[in-house]
T-cell receptor, first 114, second 117 residues
Framework: NAGVTQTPKFQVLKTGQSMTLQCAQD?????MSWYRQDPGMGLRLIHY???????DQGEVPNGYNVSRSTTEDFPLRLLSAAPSQTSVYFC?????????????FGPGTRLTVT | AQSVAQPEDQVNVAEGNPLTVKCTYS??????LFWYVQYPNRGLQFLLK??????LVKGSYGFEAEFNKSQTSFHLKKPSALVSDSALYFC???????????????FGTGTLLAVQP
């Protein structure tokens, strides 16, 4: 059982480049989300989805796009990378509704924008 | 506004001593509370949760947490610390606005636990 997987593990981008961070889960979870982790700021929610075709913004959505075409996949796109987007990015998934509870996290993607 | 506070950036404890990592919350309605642990260069791992029931919740690796509604606290505890417990600990509360429809979590800023041998 793979759980939540993320690729790549590390990435270096130049300012203005675009890229997609991949996230997949094999637990048939309805809810998927993207967080960024910065020192002293905990985890901040970027975007989330409660099912295929449904996405919404979190706390810090600017500069990021998401889509959810399948239950399993939830990619995060950086449209034009900026140094302020240097961070560690985590994807997480869980059930919703009466089965909701703990979220399962991927191993993270460490992104550096120069 | 809903929020979670972890007042200590770092907690130092000697191996074998009891440990407490503090968390207070502010949320409307009944809180769903969680503790996660993050080891270096790893993702977050679920430790325990409080939804309803007993105020003392037991979780993984010998950790437990005490829910106190009057003090709006959910402190993480362990009777005897191990060096291997050294990690970053996050408290989180589920966004009460949407209930279980989304399972959005609000995280604290994290507390670094350092256990000295």
């Amino acid at each position: 059982n793979a759980g939540v997987t993320q690729t790549p593990k590390f990435q270096v981008l130049k300012t203005g480049q675009s890229m997609t961070l991949q996230c997949a889960q094999d637990m048939n979870h309805e809810y998927m989300s993207w967080y960024r982790q910065d020192p002293g700021m905990g985890l901040r929610l970027i975007h989330y989805s409660v099912g295929a075709g449904i996405t919404d913004q979190g706390e810090v959505p600017n500069g990021y796009n998401v889509s959810r075409s399948t239950t399993e996949d939830f990619p995060l796109r950086l449209l034009s990378a900026a140094p302020s987007q240097t961070s560690v990015y985590f994807c997480a998934s869980s059930y919703t509704g009466t089965r909701s509870g703990e979220q399962y996290f991927g191993p993270g993607t460490r992104l550096t924008v120069t | 506004a809903q929020s979670v506070a972890q007042p200590e950036d770092q907690v130092n404890v000697a191996e074998g001593n009891p440990l407490t990592v503090k968390c207070t919350y502010s949320v409307s309605g009944n809180p769903y509370l969680f503790w996660y642990v993050q080891y270096p260069n790893r993702g977050l791992q679920f430790l325990l949760k409080y939804i309803t029931g007993d105020n003392l919740v037991k979780g993984s690796y010998g950790f437990e947490a005490e829910f106190n509604k009057s003090q709006t606290s959910f402190h993480l505890k362990k009777p005897s610390a191990l060096v291997s417990d050294s990690a970053l600990y996050f408290c989180a509360v589920r966004d009460a606005l949407y209930g279980g429809a989304t399972n959005k979590l609000i995280f604290g800023t994290g507390t670094l636990l350092a256990v000295q041998p």
